[in-house]
């Protein structure tokens, strides 16, 4: 038993090496992981400038560009940070 489980131990070694390495080769090429992003940099800022501008709701865009009211909130909320670490950094220089 000893005998296996090393052989497995040291399979799994090699495997966590190579997919390491997959990942780096992917990265230098240019590739990230992870889903597509479902709205376009420019349907982004779009739905900023109604949401900010009052002409619609989260909800209302979210229709408009046939997405989850989730993805609009997740979008804003991200904005939102953004903008306060902005301000944050303005106000404590290093």
Known sequence: MKMVGAFAEFERAMLRERTKAGL???RREGR?????????LQQQSE????????????????RRFKVHPTTVSRLLA?????????????????
Not at 32 to 40: A, C, D, F
Not at 78 to 94: H, L, Q, V
């Open 24 to 26: 780096d080769s992917a």
């Open 32 to 40: 990230n992981g992870g889903r597509r992003p479902k709205l376009t």
């Open 78 to 94: 991200r904005e939102y940070a953004e903008s306060r670490a902005k301000n944050y950094a303005r106000c404590f220089p290093k």
């Open 47 to 62: 739905i900023r400038k109604m949401v900010s501008k009052d002409r619609k709701a989260a909800a209302g865009a979210a």
